[in-house]
């Protein structure tokens, strides 16, 4: 609270002026952008066109050295768009108010994270208990891309990196289908004389459309499995001719496993573990050199005997099948996935910096949505139901 006071006519005029705390912590908010650590991670949360829009609203904007250059954005980009480099990963969490990532912090971040520090990034909080457990006892907001949620139940900040995803799935998926890379030793979309590749997509949201377009467009034959009849209803007519649909059950997914090349797992439950489709017993009934690619795996995959793997070490094979599960697919390609992604996060990092993040998801519910542990609290359902935590309702800390 100030205080002014004015000499006029001899009369004190006392002039009393309240400026609100909030406005003045949230005025200039420092956001840090680190450096992605995870194995070939090479994507950025932040290219240096978001960075200026958040500089030119009067906010600093802290970006690790070197943190955009695996996606072509060198630090003299950021320096020109008005942010600041910082050499190090823990100078980046020290000094920021909002932390904006790609990927989940992994270990070696956890004791870099404040109390009240808020991160804006994707957790999938429901696949690996020790993350959660870790960020509660940090005290921090954590605000998860993958469960902010629209009205019409699409989620905006899943949707790019989802159709990298979905897209990246057939063009991994026909490199491993090749008999140097253990598969079976066949072509996609065949050629004269020889009938292609049989694809079978699980789930019919963004990364299974994508993927179905995908393998379409290179000729194989593709099913479709979903359990939403207006889903299916509505990619049965948007779809090429060589896409079939199907409604999806345990029957249906046995008997195509058994004739189909590539598997493609696209099965998603917001903030929720994926359920497992594809079974352990199912895999002897597959032809050797089939390849399944689970997309799902961020969040705990939808095929029984998938576990994250890394670009570097992409793929395992059990009972002759091939399983590629990579838990950051879109990191191969960090251009087109950082400039995608940023194109969606940024608006509600904008709010988020304006407003402080009690305000905006306040106002924001899609944004509210996002908010998966506050405080030491456990305020989205499908995290406390993953691991049997208690659950707080947003509400009750909003």
Same mark, same amino acid.
């Given at each position: ?213 995908? #393998?379409?467009?290179?000729? +194989?034959? @593709?099913? =479709?499995?979903?359990?939403? %009849? !207006?889903?299916?209803?509505? /990619? &049965? *007519? ?93 990191? #191969?390609?960090?251009?087109? +996935?950082? @400039?995608? =992604?940023?194109?969606?996060? %940024? !608006?509600?990092?904008?709010? /988020? &910096? *304006? ?44």
């Amino acid at each position: 609270m100030r205080a002014f006071f004015f000499l006029e006519d001899s009369f004190l005029i006392c002039t009393i002026i309240v400026i609100s705390p909030k406005l003045v912590k949230y005025n200039h908010m420092i956001i840090g952008v680190p450096k992605e650590i995870k194995s070939n991670e090479n994507r950025v949360a932040l290219n240096p066109a978001g960075a200026l829009e958040l500089t030119k609203r009067g906010h600093q904007v802290y970006v690790q050295a070197t943190a955009g250059i695996g996606s072509g954005f060198s630090d003299q980009n950021y320096l020109s768009a008005g942010a600041k480099i910082l050499s190090t990963i823990e100078e980046i969490y020290a000094i920021a108010d909002m932390i904006i990532k790609v990927k989940e912090p992994i270990a070696s971040e956890y004791k870099l994270i404040k109390e009240n520090q808020l991160l804006f990034t994707y957790f999938h909080f429901a696949s690996y208990e020790p993350l959660t457990n870790a960020m509660i006892d940090s005290g921090a907001i954590c605000l998860a891309y993958e469960t902010v949620e629209l009205p019409d139940r699409s989620l905006p900040l899943l949707i790019p990196m989802s159709e990298v995803a979905g897209r990246m799935a057939i063009q991994e998926g026909a490199k491993y289908l090749e008999k140097p890379q253990k598969g079976k030793g066949i072509l996609l979309g065949g050629v004269p004389g020889v009938p292609p590749a049989k694809v079978l997509v699980l789930g019919g949201g963004i990364v299974g459309t994508q993927a179905a377009k995908m #393998a379409a467009g290179l000729g +194989s034959q @593709v099913t =479709l499995l979903d359990i939403s %009849l !207006p889903r299916l209803r509505y /990619l &049965a *007519d948007v779809m090429p001719a060589n896409v079939n649909t199907m409604f999806s059950n345990e029957l249906t997914i046995r008997e195509l496993v058994q004739t189909h090349d590539l598997i493609v797992g696209a099965v998603l439950i917001p903030g929720a573990k994926a359920p497992n489709l594809v079974t352990r017993d199912m895999l002897s009934t597959m032809h050797p050199g089939t390849v399944l690619v689970d997309v799902a795996i961020d969040q705990g995959g939808c095929i029984e005997t998938s576990r994250p793997t890394t670009h570097d070490d992409p793929i395992y094979i059990i009972d002759n099948v091939v399983h590629y599960c990579v838990a950051n697919m879109p990191g #191969a390609v960090p251009y087109t +996935s950082t @400039v995608a =992604l940023t194109n969606a996060t %940024l !608006p509600y990092a904008i709010q /988020l &910096a *304006d407003k402080g993040w009690k305000q905006a998801c306040q106002q924001n519910k899609p944004l509210m949505m996002g908010l998966n542990v506050v405080n030491g609290k456990v305020v989205y359902e499908g995290v406390a139901k993953a691991f049997n935590l208690e659950y707080t309702p947003v509400e009750q800390i909003l």
